[in-house]
């Protein structure tokens, strides 16, 4: 996304451009447009009211006419603002490189004088430099620039210490580059950024600040008008004829907050974390663009996907994260979802809730079942319901589920309480039972971790007991068992099992483990670029693999007593989703494939309790049914 496309997404900062824009054009074309004389004064028209004749805005004092003074004052002092703010941050800037890039004695020397500077209080050293210099506008200029040099040096010489010491600056001094060259190519370009919203952000206050001089007198001198100055003529009228304080005053409270809009949406928008998404705050739920009709639900199924398409909008691409998914589950039933990474499992499993983040991410079609109910749209409030009470989840990552600053104790309390109006006693009887469920021992004491306080293994239990504490129909945990050991595992596997077939649970389980999909599933759905490429009977699947591609990934499974079988690894990469070709998309890997293969939609097919996308299987179909 550029970068005006990111300052105009805040709304606070584009009206802070757009007025920003309006009063550097009218400082612009004020020599241009038929004003009074800003300083000829006529003692007979002192205090005309805002709106009289030939005094639109009024006269001061001396008869001058406040229109003109106002623009020609806002002119100058817009002026001298940035002149200071460029001043102070070329100036330093070029301290806190050097000090940043050489560090060891002429950092600290440096430092230490910047740190004098700053132990002053900005505005008591203003004034000293400009009773040293003597009043005027251009040593009021100099004073708000000398004061405001250290802040951007400590800012820029933080940046550069980190920037000093990366691989690039050591490749350059390798290559013979001299200080001064590494400086100016390596570094400068690295820090500029960070100068411009520095800038974007205390130009206003710099504006401020020469203002504040000029209405002390130290600044602009008369008859010469800026904003500071009209102030301070204006004050002994305050009362008597308000208006020749609230013009400029008004003035300046409209620059020095358009500027620091606008800079707040500068330093947004040049954040390279924005740029790429990581910083925007996501919606409450999935946005949904579905286009075409919504497919109707079919089945016994309690959850049943039927064409999901979730796609992210990245700056101009589309990745087609899951393009036209379908499968269902049973209670009591258990979909394993395997494929190789980037395939789109963990993807569609966030699509089911609406937990996929938007922006940038979004649902382009299909529909989600819930016993009937198409999730796909529907409100926060339902959406929020159903979440961990009906539909729950087991994340791979278990600090992404566990809040690092609270007990565990206290978050599967309050996960219990959330969906159900049960006292805080009654809730922790039942997170300790959850806890023991989930072989946690000691469970009494554990309640009172926080969540540093455990392995990975435990923390992932934790997260499985905290799906398991509202008894949902459905449990979709992608990839639960990854952090636990063999023996662990097999207890949580084991107790998983338990749960379905005893309480009827629905589990869909995404997995890369072949030996996890033939312990817990009854059913198989192989997935490769967004869509299943085969699905069936587990055991089916396993013992006459039918895709290219689910057979190869058999093949990368090591089996016990066969160490001396060759394991086949699949050769190529998965396609990008952005740019997927056209047909199957795993021909180019596929040592069958044909230029039937490359060409128009290949559709997932029914064959007997198997589907498949492929036009050349690797299995005679009726045979293996």
């Excluded at 009024?58 to 817009?78: A, V």
């Excluded at 952000?201 to 010469?224: D, K, N, R």
């Excluded at 500068?266 to 974390?273: E, Y």
């Amino acid at each position: 996304m550029s970068f005006l496309s990111l300052l105009a997404r805040n709304r606070l900062a584009l009206a802070g451009l757009i007025v920003m824009a309006l009063v550097v054009l009218l400082a612009l074309v004020t020599p241009l447009l038929p004003l009074a004389d800003p300083d000829v004064t006529n003692t007979g028209n002192r205090f005309l009211k805002p709106f009289s004749e030939g005094a639109l805005l009024g006269t001061d004092h001396l008869g001058r006419d406040l229109l003109s003074r106002l623009l020609w004052g806002t002119r100058l002092s817009l002026a001298v603002g940035f002149a200071a703010a460029v001043i102070a941050a070329v100036l330093g800037a070029a301290v806190g490189i050097i000090a940043g890039y050489y560090g060891g004695r002429v950092d600290n020397l440096i430092m230490r004088g910047v740190d004098m500077l700053m132990a002053f209080p900005y505005i008591l050293l203003a004034l000293a430099i400009v009773a040293a210099l003597g009043p005027g506008l251009l040593n009021a200029l100099i004073a708000v620039a000398a004061v405001n040099i250290p802040f951007f040096a400590r800012n820029i010489r933080g940046i550069t210490v980190g920037i000093a010491h990366k691989e690039f600056v050591d490749a350059a001094k390798l290559a013979g580059m001299g200080d001064a060259r590494i400086i100016v190519s390596e570094v400068l370009p690295n820090v500029i950024p960070v100068i411009v919203i520095a800038m974007s952000t205390t130009v206003g206050w710099m504006i401020l600040e020469t203002a504040g001089l000029s209405f002390l007198g130290l600044g602009s001198q008369p008859p010469q008008a800026d904003l500071g100055s009209m102030l301070g003529e204006a004050r002994s009228a305050l009362i008597t004829n308000p208006h020749t304080s609230v013009v400029p005053g008004v003035m300046i409270l409209i620059i020095v907050m358009a500027i620091n809009l606008l800079g707040d949406g500068v330093r947004d928008a040049l954040d390279p974390r924005l740029r790429s998404g990581a910083l925007t705050r996501p919606m409450a739920a999935t946005t949904v663009r579905r286009k075409g009709p919504v497919p109707e639900p079919e089945g016994e199924n309690v959850l049943n996907l039927r064409g999901l398409e979730t796609q992210f909008h990245v700056k101009d691409r589309i990745y087609r994260a899951v393009g036209g998914v379908s499968w269902g589950v049973k209670p009591g039933e258990c979909l394993g979802i395997i494929g190789e990474s980037g395939s789109g499992k963990s993807v569609t499993a966030l699509s089911v809730m609406g937990l996929v983040a938007s922006p940038p991410g979004m649902i382009t079609g299909g529909a989600v079942h819930y016993k009937g109910e198409d999730l796909v749209g529907a409100p926060y409030e339902r959406l929020r319901s159903l979440r961990g009470r009906e539909v729950a989840y087991i994340f791979q990552d278990p600090l992404a589920t566990l809040h690092p600053l609270y007990k565990v104790g206290d978050q599967l309390v309050e996960a219990i309480r959330v969906h159900h109006h049960v006292s805080d006693k009654e809730a922790r009887a039942k997170a300790l039972g959850l806890l023991k469920d989930v072989r946690i021992p000691n469970a009494e004491s554990r309640l009172e971790n926080y969540p540093h306080e455990m392995s990975g293994g435990m923390r992932q239990r934790v997260g499985i007991a905290m799906a398991l504490a509202n008894d949902p129909e459905v449990i979709i945990a992608d990839e639960p068992t990854t952090a636990l050991d063999v023996t662990v595992q097999a207890q949580i596997l084991s107790l998983l099992d338990t749960l379905r077939r005893e309480k009827g649970l629905a589990i869909v389980f995404i997995t890369h483990d072949f030996g996890v999909v033939a312990q817990l599933c009854d059913r198989v759905a192989v997935m490769y670029a967004g869509r299943i490429v085969e699905e069936g009977p587990t055991q089916m699947v396993l013992d006459a693999p039918a895709h290219p591609y689910t057979r190869r990934l058999i093949a990368c499974v090591p089996e016990l007593g066969e160490g001396k079988r060759e394991l086949h690894a699949i050769p190529g990469l998965p396609p990008a989703v952005n740019d997927l070709p056209p047909g199957c998309a795993f021909a180019p890997r596929c040592d069958k494939a044909t230029e039937a293969c490359r060409q128009g939609e290949i559709a997932l097919e029914a064959h007997g309790p198997r589907k498949l996308r492929c036009l050349f299987p690797e299995t005679e179909l009726e045979a293996a049914q």
